[in-house]
């Protein structure tokens, strides 16, 4: 069974830091691309970063580029986001989406659970 | 980046009603990567339909969707009350992958 776990949200004052967790089980971790998908409290949902299977490829949406960076640790099966300059605009549930495996595009067919950001003084 | 419209914002029916969801890309939507997800408040999005018109595992087949180019529905046929919920639609095929603002269903 897939799995997908976050950790590390909560309080954070603006301009501070924080790291997200998200460990995987269930699936061949390696082999899959990775992403970040975030929702404003009563809002849509924000596609923003993005890594490729062995984390030689990354996105980031324009709203987080150059502030937060997308990593992944393949022998943990673990992606992180480390999320830096934090603003009250950041406040956010961050959910982990399993990928593809390949280059052809997939839906997200997996998702964690998300983990609650909140910036504020 | 395509942009995807959704409407309309908010659909007030009745259980065993029909559901008719519209989403609207600027741009052709490459190969029908276009996929619908559910999400009920405090829970992750569900994916539901995925090319446009496939169901996702487990999906009930009251729900269906359709739709090519830049114009896509998705239908459910007869509203259970487990079905009230915000929904998404999302294109998958071109870099940034990008959601719509979503469409709520809720109960007349």
């Known amino acids: 069974e897939v799995q997908l776990v976050e950790s590390g949200g909560g309080l954070v004052q603006p301009g501070g830091s924080l790291r997200l967790s998200c460990s995987a089980s269930?699936?061949?971790?390696?082999?899959?691309?990775m992403h970040w998908v975030r929702q404003a409290p009563g809002k849509g949902l924000e596609y923003v970063s993005a890594?490729?299977?062995?984390?030689?490829?990354?996105y980031y949406a324009d709203s987080v580029k150059g502030r937060f960076t997308i990593s992944r640790d393949n022998s943990k099966n673990t992606l992180y986001f480390q999320m830096s300059s934090l603003r009250a605009e950041d406040t956010a549930v961050y959910y982990c989406?399993?990928?593809?495996?390949?280059?052809?595009?997939?839906?997200?067919?997996?998702w964690g659970q998300g983990t609650l950001v909140t910036v504020s003084s | 980046e395509i942009v995807l419209t959704q409407s309309p914002g908010t659909l007030s029916l009745s259980p065993g009603e029909r559901a008719t969801l519209s989403c609207r890309a600027s741009q052709s939507v490459s190969s029908s990567y276009l996929a619908w997800y559910q999400q009920k408040p405090g829970q992750a999005p569900r994916l539901l339909i995925y090319?446009?018109?496939s169901r996702a595992t487990g999906i009930p087949d009251r729900f269906s969707g359709g739709g090519s180019g830049t114009d896509f529905t998705l239908t459910i046929s007869r509203l259970e009350p487990e079905d009230f919920a915000v929904y998404y639609c999302?294109?998958?095929?071109?870099?940034?992958?990008?959601f719509g603002q979503g469409t709520k269903v809720e109960i007349k």
């Open positions: 090319g446009a018109s």
């Open positions: 269930g699936f061949t971790f390696i082999s899959y691309a």
């Open positions: 890594i490729s299977s062995h984390g030689g490829s990354t």
């Open positions: 989406v399993k990928g593809s495996p390949t280059s052809v595009p997939r839906p997200f067919d997996y």
């Open positions: 999302q294109q998958y095929g071109s870099s940034p992958q990008t």
